[in-house]
């Protein structure tokens, strides 16, 4: 687990004083551990679609082929076969990313049997979660199968594959509206720490011995009489995005990408998986931040011009949703996760872009403002709104907790020291 200048104390339990281990799995039945013994019709569902394929091979080439092919399409009994393998392994990458993610004391307890990783088969793998006579085996197959279908959802989700097409667009507008429009492009290296209260930032561009770094390559633009210096701005796209680190080079601290997911492929749904998992949400089309765009300028002033831009490029005024504005002091914090660090200082919502199809219609994209101060929070480890400090709360107590549920795994393995 990357917990590189991040204080343990970040690392405190959601707030609520709620047990962490007591999840909801009512949109994820099959991550329920007691899924197998409930008396529900899905569960007698899938018990008989287990009977169906289990000796009739016609049936299971048909039940495989559903999978992967629309109804009445054509299929091939050697590719689907292929196809539903490579899906297969993908759960267990995922599965394996996911441990090895862990605090190093708990990997081994969290690592899956082989047995399980092994089965690149379906039918097999429903055998183990019917009849294996390890309860824990057959949870881990249950999981997989799980996991096999939402990276089936993803990858034959239109508002997943149409991603690439809608961030191009959106970057494009952004280029007509605002970069085109640039007079500077310079580079402006900040050094930052956590001031004497432990509340705020306290920053200067000639950083000094102890300080942390960030460089930025700001554009200095002016459009319709708004000048602004925007320090950073990035699109991106879920299933390709590369999370940061920490690393120390020549001796100083600085932030670097460091890619998670690798054994997965290129175009990879982890981050997609996990947030649904941990979200409670079972419809992928539903994950409003498939594409996300991130800006940072000097202040709130700045703030505000750049959102009287965007109105001019985007037309959001009246589409903006899920609005969260903490930059208004702490009162605001009610509308962060319960995951999120007290301090923590942005302006972030959904937007809906209208695309130019032959008949038009909109996609959502997230975008993230904050100002340098409230931003230099995000990437100081001793402050609580540090980023990855963040990103490891929800890891731990939001995710891991579903996929090694107590029932199966216990309690008391997971440890952050």
């Known amino acids: 687990m990357r917990e590189h200048w991040v204080e343990a104390e970040h690392l405190r339990e959601p707030r609520g004083g709620e047990d962490f281990w007591t999840v909801d799995t009512t949109a994820h039945p099959l991550l329920d551990p007691a899924f197998p013994e409930h008396p529900s019709r899905l569960r ?115 508002h997943i594959q149409d991603g690439p097409r809608h961030k191009a667009f959106f970057e494009e507008l952004l280029q007509q509206g605002l970069w085109r429009h640039a007079r500077q492009v310079h580079e402006v290296e900040i050094g930052y720490n956590i001031d004497a209260t432990g509340q705020a930032i306290e920053y200067s561009l000639r950083p000094s011995e102890g300080q942390q770094t960030w460089t930025f390559h700001s554009i200095f633009l002016e459009r319709d009489g708004i000048p602004i210096d925007i320090l950073y701005h990035a699109c991106r796209f879920k299933r390709t995005v590369n999370p940061v680190t920490y690393e120390i080079v020549d001796g100083r601290r600085r932030v670097l990408e460091r890619k998670r997911w690798g054994e997965m492929r290129r175009q990879s749904s982890g981050s997609i998986v996990s947030k649904m998992i941990r979200k409670g949400i079972n419809n992928p089309d539903e994950i409003t931040d498939i594409i996300g765009a991130m800006f940072i300028v000097h202040d709130d002033d700045a703030l505000d011009d750049l959102l009287r831009l965007l109105d001019g490029i985007l037309g959001t005024t009246i589409t903006w949703r899920n609005v969260v504005d903490t930059l208004g002091g702490a009162g605001h914090s009610a509308q962060l996760d319960v995951h999120s660090g007290r301090g923590y200082r942005v302006f972030k919502g959904d937007v809906d872009i209208l695309y130019p199809d032959p008949v038009p219609y909109r996609f959502p994209v997230e975008i993230q403002i904050y100002t340098l101060e409230g931003f230099l929070r995000t990437v100081c480890g001793a402050h609580d709104a540090n980023h990855l400090a963040l990103k490891l709360r929800q890891f731990l107590y939001g995710l891991v907790p579903r996929l090694f549920p107590k029932a199966i795994y216990g309690g008391d393995w997971l440890k952050t020291e």
């Open 44 to 158: 007698r569902f899938l018990r008989g679609f287990y009977e169906r394929i289990r000796r009739d091979d016609e049936a299971y080439r048909r039940a495989v082929a559903a999978q992967i092919h629309p109804p009445g399409a054509p299929s091939d009994w050697a590719s689907d076969s292929r196809r539903l393998a490579e899906i297969l392994q993908e759960a267990d990458a995922y599965v394996r990313e996911i441990v090895n993610l862990l605090p190093s004391a708990a990997e081994a307890h969290a690592r899956p049997a082989e047995c399980v990783t092994a089965c690149d088969d379906l039918r097999d793998l429903l055998t183990f979660v019917v009849t294996h006579p390890d309860r824990r085996v057959r949870f881990e197959a249950q999981r997989k199968l799980y996991l096999m279908r939402l990276f089936l959802q993803i990858d034959q989700s239109r």
